[in-house]
């Protein structure tokens, strides 16, 4: 089911763009890894789409949290996605528990997925294994995150590979849901992000970067000041040949400071190894792309987080528009099911 389907002519002609939707959660900083494999491309696709871009906070809550730091997190966030170039004029900037539909076409989808699909999920597996106490909420959030997706009829998701099960959940509770209660939900489509860096962590760069990596020397922040940068990189994990080549297998920790060199001036990775014979220089070349690529992202976070009250404006807006969105699948969800609703007669 297309969203054209599901909605009115008049929609559709003032909608011609593909809707495309991504959130993230407010857990950890964001580091290079998020800003070149999604963030980045974000700000860059933008007006080419009907872009959705929203702070998962409820999702948050799978884990234990303090309250006062996932409410700064939440808003540092926001302001991270307006200083790397989210446009909200261009885009849907929300919080996602600013929406509570998110929340109410959860409980449907929870009444249409099975437990041994959520059994099935990978990420429950790894991130409850010899965890005491784990929470309900980690066990249902892929029901949550369906929500997320179908309650704005979107047309595409940006994916990764690690979340592209869930995904392929989302899209089979909309094909069930619409098989049983009539054409509802529009089947997204997982969006191939463009090929960008593969960020691998700078102390052990056979594993990908992470905001929750138990050694924060080797990921670099957005937020990192330049200081903090030139050391993370001049302490990179290289190689015991002296050769500067790009080979991900025989030679990571020197492919992943190509890598990001290449990212941030436009090359592969393989042409800017060109004219590098000592760790060193190439130390000194990546640390310094990272610091000037980041400089206006910096800048433009200052002003930002000087001014919480004009980015709290920014968000209510768009969660008003979000809001507008959603409460129109939500009811054509609940009207399907079978909910009474309070204005029938």
């Known amino acids: 089911m297309t969203r054209d389907q599901v909605s009115t002519d008049q929609e559709s002609s003032n909608r011609p763009k593909e809707r495309v939707l991504s959130l993230i959660k407010p857990t950890g900083d964001v580091h ?7 963030l980045r491309g974000w700000a860059a696709d933008q007006q080419a789409n009907d872009a959705f871009h929203g702070v998962a906070d409820l999702h948050a809550l799978t884990v234990e949290v303090q309250p006062a730091e996932l409410r700064a997190r939440t808003l540092q966030v926001a302001a991270i996605l307006l200083a790397v170039g989210i446009d909200p004029d261009a885009s ?35 991130k409850s294994e010899g965890v005491e106490g784990v929470r309900a909420s980690l066990f249902t959030y892929p029901a949550l995150m369906a929500a997320d997706i179908l309650v704005y009829d979107a047309d595409q998701v940006p994916v990764g ?39 691998m962590d700078l102390q052990h760069p056979t594993r990908k970067m992470s905001k929750t990596a ?16 030139e050391r993370k990189v001049r302490r990179a994990v290289t190689d015991a040949a002296s050769e500067v080549c ?30 590098y014979t000592r760790y060193g220089d190439l130390k000194s070349d990546v640390a310094a792309a990272i610091i000037e690529a980041l400089r206006p992202v910096r800048q433009r976070y200052t002003e930002l987080a000087a001014d919480p009250a004009g980015v709290m404006e920014i968000l209510a807006k768009g969660a008003a528009r979000a809001s ?10 609940k009207t399907a099911v079978g909910l009474l609703r309070p204005d029938d007669r």
């Open 214 to 229: 138990e050694s924060p020397q080797g990921t670099i922040a957005l937020l990192d000041d330049p200081e903090a940068i």
């Open 324 to 333: 507008d969105v959603a409460a129109a699948t939500l009811a054509r969800a």
């Open 92 to 126: 849907t900037l929300f919080v996602q528990s600013h929406v509570h539909e998110h929340c109410e076409l959860a409980w449907l989808m929870e009444c249409t997925v099975s437990f041994g699909e959520l059994r099935r999920m990978h990420q429950f597996k790894e």
């Open 32 to 38: 290079l890894g998020s800003y070149l494999g999604a």
């Open 246 to 275: 790009y080979d991900p297998t025989a030679k990571p920790g020197v492919s992943n400071l190509l890598e990001l060199l290449g990212a941030f001036t436009g090359r592969s990775p393989a042409e800017a190894a060109a004219g």
């Open 161 to 199: 590979d690690d979340q592209r099960q869930h995904l392929e959940l989302a899209r089979d509770l909309a094909i069930r849901f619409n098989h049983r209660y009539g054409e509802t939900f529009v089947v997204p489509e997982a969006a191939i992000p463009k090929v960008g860096a593969r960020v």
